[in-house]
Every structure is written in structure tokens, then in C-alpha cells.
């Protein structure tokens, strides 16, 4: 028996790195939070603490910062420019993965005129990019993270097996809330990273909200499935929803009721702990697998 | 020389209330975080365990969602009803204090059209409200945190004073970024709170990008000042603003410029920590001053 | 009428500064987080944007690591240099706060023998210092915060009022458990820090294990007390103890008890929000009252 | 082509347990946070919503406490015979992942001994277990996150190549600093948990702290092939390492040094982002692997 190293990468996390066009008043900007990390043969760094092979964190760093003087363009871009420099750089590395959170920001209304150089943080949902370049391969994974939505009807909860543990009664009209993480793998790279990108939330929103919900599991797959009919350029959406409870709350101990149906406001309480957690795949079955566009993604099951 | 009880209150904190109004097809919600606490002749509780004039905090948490059956309508009413229940509910009670965060959530769109019954919350900035009743007095404070906010240029950093461990060179053009909380202080309660807030967060962002900055704290008064002067209801101005540097990245090492006049993006680290912190109060100088509506509250100085 | 600028202050938050001894191959090291404020007159910087009052912030972070080269000793030691320095640094500072979180490290154990440089991060609560100097005065805060306690018994709470919506039973037998916050004010500045530090914290756990408990309050007063009986330089202390609910899960429905002295383990649910906040203040009645030393910190009530 | 669900499992994510174990005077008390998924044929859940197959998670969430009133145990077995339990509930489920966070609680001495019933949370860092049952396969990895850890000496970088955006110097002394996270699967399940799991974290401890660092990634394996060797119960380690870097203060500009040698102390600021990440496997050449047991668990690379 020996004892050898297996899988392994490294990088710099979280570059905060904002880059600002400037070249007419009217300013721009783009916020990026930006992790890089290098696929290849490291082996003499861990078995020896020769670093021969290991280009530093730092300059992959910097490497981000001198990237964006040349603009950045959408996340997904500026994610394949660098993983394919990263990947290139040296025969010993293999590839990298970049992945990317986008901050959005707004610009402030003045006098109902939206400034030149004022900007307030859009707020909601981060939208993501994860660039996986494998030898000459590139994968593109766009997304989004923390897409707070909520039904307060349309949604329905019954027809479960009961089991010696079950206790939840069946209901018929629930709020339904979630926070959405979804991310959606691409077929190629010929796309047009910013329009796709708001034409895939609104078709998540729209479907999310038109979706009659007989199960959290079938406003996922809805969601997905109308990405996919939709939008031909993507192969496959990756799902992670955490169920938000919101419980109606028992008033009777008052006097009073809490019906559905009756005068004033139905009231619940939101639940922080413990939530369900919804995670499946849409895909299309003619689209080869790649799992290493996958790789080191969090809520892939 | 004795040992004896000073300032005390208790509560129930962080009560997460949602009310529905299903009285239409077209739903509405309201979603709040409902922070009680009471003041008032505790002692007993302290020195003697003695429970007699404890209103339990479970029956804190009770009343506000019993409360909220009735609807809630805005914050501060809603705060102002259970504030004056709270200080009004035995005799050994003299005030409370009532603190509120409300979420806010928009309408998905569907081809257009808003739906009846479908969210996407809102992100960015969280609105506020702390109600303290004391005796018969009720003052209310309205607030918002976490707008984040960002000038690209309008921003200039000089003529200030150097000594020994003074490095920072002056600008006249920097990033000003950073995360507005503000609370301000109403000379009564006959006040449309909803409009009221969403006229006041429109001067706030408006004076924001439209003060040419020598100082973040000259933004800070000039957004204090506006507000008095735009809204003759508020008597006063809380302000705590980190200033959230955007630091021009060195690219030089690397044979490039980073000039805000050349040719592609100029580019900017966000650094976490440290930060600056600008605390200001702005006041009419013909209100008498109410510490007490103040008091637990964050922030102040 | 007119608008004026009320109270204020501005400085640098949040410098992490670690400072590492190494005169002897023993190594030791102190690891701060130092947000430093300065109070004074600053009008011009708010009202005209003229800075010439305005000693930098990046100044004041420059100043807590060149300070720090000299050694930093106790927290407690490090904030009056520092506050000391600021408040004299020019004739219009009146006053400064610096306000330390320090982070504990243990030696790592290796083969039994605490090891000269490799250290471990002591987990648990973060000892906290709040150093105010107005003038000529100083006046210093110890404390800690997220000081994580639970009793399995000796807890209970009954005797409380009922009214409409009181609904909780009466328990002899619960678990308590709270994230203590503590600050203790001192009469002086002549007192050892770092084992008067311990001295108090000791106090405090042990108060906390020993007090047959009916109420938090009553919990709250008694560490109070015992601080103040044991510790002669102490003159007030603050609390701020979150009564972390452990509910008793009702298994019933399962066919199984859940009682307190039956076999197998009793089995509580954890919950996050809400929970119960209980707030006070015990002190000496022979010792002046300083409220400028609690100015801007979080908790007093 | 045809839209197809793929991998998706679901459940109830953080059931925050407590068992106390009072059957003589002397309490104990096991603190979980327990969440499950469910793996098997949820098609029609999602297709059609129709919820047949559907175990609820409240259920589940109902399991684990019920489960719990039989005690505890360690982590490991509680997560193995919840997960058994789950796989085996119905012929539609095929498998069920357990994770576990165990938060550490110790005695409080008072008087120099133990208390009976009172504790203080251990901070530092969080033990985790991870049980994937497959079929009739039991796969159990033992972990800890968050163990932060630094050696103000005994750590070089240098020896990496340089190229355009290369700008670090090299050094020969270095603080190093990480907040370890480890996972170690096991070949089977015939373990005493808690045992291990001390001997494992003392093993990582050591090795962490007796290993003249060359590189990060050294570091990280030389934990690992200590685990592996001093533990014959275990087949492969993987961990996530973020490089926290404390930089050395340039304190020139005021007429300062900051020579490691020189007298005072040396002083460093701790940065927050960006930071290196290092990620690596260790593992034996001749145990088969077994990538379902980490399929969901985060930082495998």
C-alpha cells in the first residue's frame, strides 16, 4: 500500500475587482467577485514543497486586476479569458476553473433621470458564471444565487404516503417561498452572455409564478424544463431551492381565527430552521454529460 | 455603598411576521421582523426571581401575531399599536419599545403584467422603524440600512491636515461608495408613513448623486439637510455611513496604466476591512430633543 | 428655524492588526480588530466640505499598526494609547473611542508540550475593550461577547402573569441558554487587565452555573452582583443575554414520551428566532454614573 | 430530443437536535444539526406532482428527533442509522445522505471542578459526519471545519516561476494561517467515532504544527498522509485550506521597521479576501474509491 495524492487545485479566492468605463460621462461599471484555481500536476509542491510548478496565487490575482484594465465585458467573458490564460500558462497545468459572482447596480433616478455616474446596488439575486477550461475545452455555467420568490396561493401539498412519522396534515392553498439557486451549462460559447442571461430569469420568474404547485419538486422541474424549451443554446439547469416554510399561525388560544378565506390578513410565521431542500437536474438527453463543468460547483447532487 | 439594579428592559426579539391581504384575487403581503421590549418596575425579576410583573416575552411574540390578524398596515402603525398595548398593559409598565424591519416584495411580471399572487422580494436596502412609547409620549423613528450606494466620480478627498503618520495621498476623483443607514425622527405621528418613506428615500439617493463630495461627510449632511428642508414632519437625522474604499489598483508592475483618462476601464479593488465610519446627526435647532427615542437604538453617537 | 449638525464622530473601523512577539524562539502573539472614532469639532468637513479639521482615517490606521510595533500589551492598555494619542492629536478633538475585539489563540499541544510558535484559535467569545477619552477623562469598558452558556437544569420560570395571550406553562424544570454580552466599567486605569479579565469572566461562568434560576433576570443580576462583590476595581456592569429557547420536542404523536426522568435522552429543538433578549444594568450606587463611556456601544439600554 | 429530470434528491436540511441524557445527576448533552436527503425514483413528483413516492420532510425532520429520544451516540452512528433507516423506507428510495454538524460543549468548572449540568460551547471548530447509504453500502466520512490554525514562524514560499503578472517576493519566514477543513472517509464502519475523531484532530494538529512549511499545499499533505498513517481505519483525506494571509506592515513611512529580528513586536494585518485556497486529496493507493460517499459534500475538487 502507498499513500499518494489525488485530486487537488488551488487559487485565489474572491478577487473584489470593479472596473469603470469611463470613456463618455455617462460612467459604467462592473463588480466582480472573482476565484480562480489551476488544474494540473502540482505534485512536487505537496509532496516536496517544490514550487516550480506553482504559479502564485498572487499573480493570478493580479492577472485579474490587469485583465479588466482591457474591460470586462459580460462575467462569462471575462471568466473564459482568464481560465484559458490560466490554463495555458504552463504545460504542466491542465486547466482551470473561474468562478464569478456579478453585482448589479442601478442608476440612481434623479428628477426622474437616470444619472451619469450615480448608482445605487441592485439587490436581490447574485448573478454567477463558473468557467471550466479542460485542455481545449470550455465550459460555461451561468447562473444565479439567492432569487428570493413566494406564492401566497397556487400551491398545493398532498398525496404523500404516511408513515409512522408523519404528521403534516394535506393542504390545499400554502405560501410557497423560495430562494432560488439555479445554474444552467451552455452547449457552446457563441452566446450572447448578458441578453441570455435576463431572458433566462425572466423565463425562471414567469414560470415560477405561473406554475399551479402541486410539489416544490414540479415547480422545479417546470422551471427548468421551460428554460431549456426556451432557450436552445443551454444544455442542462442544475437546481438548488431550499423550501422557506411559512406556517400558518394557530390564533385560537385568542378567540380568534385565522382562516384563508375570512375578514383581515391570513397570517404566518416564516421559519428560519429547519427548511427543505429541494436539488434535482433538468436536462436535454441528446446533449453529451460533462461532468467536470460540474466539478467543485456546490449543491450539484 | 450597595449594589443595586440600573437600566433593564426585556422582549421578545425577531418575531418574523407575514400577513397576507387575500381579501382580492390580488394578494398583498407584508413581511416583517418585530423586535418588543418592555421597560418598566422589573426589579423583583432581578433580585428574587420573582415573575409577578413579567409579561412573557412567548406572550410578546403571541401578541404580534395575533395583532397582525387585523392587518398590519405599515410599520410604524403596526409598531405604534403594539408599543402602546405593551407600555399600556399593567401598571409597572412605563414604556416600550417596538422595533421593526420590513422586507419588501415586488410583483413578478408575467408578459408584462404584474401578477396577482406571485413575489420576488426586494432586495437592497431594508426599511426600518423603531417605536418607543414612554408614558403617554409615542416617538417613532423611520430608517432604512444597507443602501448601497456608489458615485464613479463627484467625489474629491484633500485639504486635509498631515502629520507624522498621515500617508494617504489627496484626490480629486475617487469611487465613493457605501451603505446608507439612516433613521429620522417624526415631531408627531399623524404622518402618511408609507409615502413618507418612499419620499424620503427618493431625496436621500437624489441628494446622494447630486452632491459634488468633498467629504463623505459633507454628502452625509447634505442628505440630512435635505430631508428636513424636502419634509417638514421630520425633526432630526441619524446617519451612519461606512465609507467603502475603492482602491485605484497599481497595475504599473506590469507595464500598464491605470489612468481614469486613458483608454479602457479603470480599474478598483473593494476592500473589506478596514473601513471609514461616518457617523452625523442633522437637526432642526427648534425641537426639543427626545433621547429616549433613541435609545437602543445602533449607531447613535 | 434652522438645520444644524448635531453629534458625530468619524474614524477608521475594523484594523486587524496582529502583532506577533518574537524576542525569545517562544513566540507569542495578540490578534485585534481596532475601530478607532474621533470626536470634536468637525463642523466645516459637514457643512463646506473643507477637511482641514480632518484627521484621516487612513491616518488612524496607520497610527494602530505603527503603535503596534512598540508592542500592544492588553487590550484595555492598547485603546488609552491610542484613544490618549487621538484625543490630544490637535486642539479641535475633544475626544476619541476605540473600541478592540481581541482573538484568543491556545499553543497547539505536541506530544504533550504546548509548542513554541504553532497556535490554534480559541474558540468561544470575543473579549472586547471600549476605551473613551473626553478630555482629560478616560474611561474603560472590558467585556465579552458570544459568550455561549446552557444549563441542562436547575432552571425554571412560573409566577408570571396571565393575560389574553400569555399561553406558556409554567416549567420547574428547563434549559437555559444564552450567548452572554458583557461590559464592566472601571473606576481607574491602574488595574491589570489581562487578569482582571479572567478574574471576571470566571466569575461570571461560575455565577451563571451556580444560580438556581428563576428567571434569566434574576441569572443576570446575580453575575452581576458577583462581579461587582468579587471585583473592587469594577463600578457597573452591562448584560445583553438572548434567552436561546430549547424547546421540549413533543414526540407524542410517535407513541413516544419525552419526559424529564424517564429512560433514553430528553430531546429539545433548538430554535433561532425568536428568542427572548433580556437587558440590564447592575452597578454600584456610591460611584458616579458616566455616560459618555457607553456612548456608541450596542446593547446598553 | 426530449427534456429528462436528472440526479436530484431532497429533504430537511438543519434539524437543530439536542439530547440531554440526564439518567444520573451528572448531565450530557449532544448538540446536532442534522440534515437528510433522499435518493431515489422522485420522478413523478416532478413530472406531475403527484407526491406517491414522496416521504415528506417533515417527516423526516419528525424522525430525527424520535430517533434521538433513544440517544444519540456519536455523529457517525446517529447519521448511519438515520440514513438506513431513510434508504430503507420504501422500494422507491435507493439511497439517503445524513450530514451532521456536532457542536462541542464543555463542563463549567466552578472551584476548579467540573459542573454537574452546566457548559460553556466549545468554539473553535465544528465536527461533521457524512453518511451516504447506497443499497445495502454504508459510507461514512468523519471531518471537522473551521479549525483555525497559524505559526508565526516556520513557513517559506519561494522557488515559483515568474512570469509577466509574478510580482510576489520570495520569503524565508512567513506567518501561515489557514482555517482547516477536513473530511476522512473510512473503510468500513466498525469505528469507535468519538475516539477517532480525537485522534484524528490531534494528528492534524500536530502534523500541522511540527511540519516546517515549504507551501501550503505541503502542509496539506502532510496532514493528510499522517492521518492515513497513524490511522489505518481511514482511506482518504480531503481537504479545503484557505491561505489567510497576514501581510507584513510597511511601517517606513513614519521612520519605523518592521524587521522580524529587531526588537518590538512584528506586526501584520490580517487581510479578509482575496484569499489563496488550496484543496487536495490524500489517499491510499489500494482502497477502492468511492465517489457517491462525497457526492453533495462541498470543497472536493
Same mark, same amino acid.
Request: proline share 10%; net charge negative; no cysteine.
Given at each position: 500500500m502507498a499513500i499518494v495524492l489525488g485530486p487537488n487545485q488551488y487559487g485565489k479566492a474572491e478577487v473584489r475587482v470593479v472596473a469603470v468605463d469611463? !470613456? %463618455?460621462?455617462r460612467h459604467s461599471l462592473v463588480d466582480l467577485n472573482v476565484s480562480a484555481a489551476l488544474r494540473g500536476d502540482f505534485a512536487a509542491a505537496h509532496t !516536496?514543497? =517544490?514550487? !516550480?510548478?506553482v504559479l502564485t496565487t498572487d499573480a493570478q490575482k493580479n492577472t485579474v486586476f490587469a485583465f479588466a484594465r482591457e474591460g470586462i465585458g459580460s462575467p462569462e467573458e471575462f471568466g473564459i479569458r482568464l481560465a484559458r490564460h490560466f490554463a495555458g500558462s504552463?504545460?504542466? +497545468?491542465s486547466g482551470a476553473r473561474v468562478a464569478v459572482e456579478s453585482y448589479g447596480w442601478d442608476r440612481i433616478s434623479v428628477g426622474g433621470a437616470p444619472h451619469d455616474h450615480a448608482f445605487s446596488r441592485t439587490g436581490g439575486e447574485v448573478r454567477t458564471a463558473v468557467v471550466t477550461v479542460d485542455g481545449s475545452d470550455v465550459h460555461v455555467l451561468t447562473g444565479l444565487t439567492d432569487l428570493v420568490v413566494l406564492k401566497t396561493t397556487g400551491s398545493e401539498f398532498r398525496g404523500f404516503p404516511r408513515e409512522r412519522y408523519t404528521t403534516l396534515p394535506e393542504t390545499t392553498d400554502r405560501v410557497l417561498a423560495t430562494a432560488v439557486t439555479a445554474r444552467w451549462r451552455h452547449t457552446? %460559447? =457563441? +452566446?450572447d452572455w448578458n441578453a441570455g442571461y435576463d431572458a433566462v430569469r425572466t423565463t425562471l420568474l414567469e414560470t415560477f409564478a405561473g406554475t399551479h404547485s402541486l410539489a416544490l419538486q414540479q415547480t422545479l422541474y417546470a422551471m427548468g424544463e421551460a428554460v431549456l424549451e426556451q432557450h436552445p443554446a443551454v444544455a442542462e439547469v442544475r437546481f438548488s431551492m431550499p423550501n422557506k416554510h411559512h406556517f400558518l399561525q394557530d390564533l385560537s388560544a385568542f378567540g380568534l381565527d385565522n382562516d384563508l =378565506?375570512?375578514?383581515g390578513a391570513v397570517v404566518y410565521h416564516a421559519d428560519d430552521r429547519p427548511y427543505g431542500l429541494i436539488e434535482g437536474t433538468v436536462l436535454r438527453d441528446d446533449v453529451p454529460a460533462a461532468p467536470i463543468a460540474w466539478l467543485g460547483t456546490p449543491g450539484s447532487c
Open positions: 469611463r !470613456a %463618455t460621462p !516536496a514543497g =517544490d514550487n !516550480a510548478h504552463y504545460e504542466w +497545468v457552446g %460559447t =457563441d +452566446v =378565506d375570512g375578514p
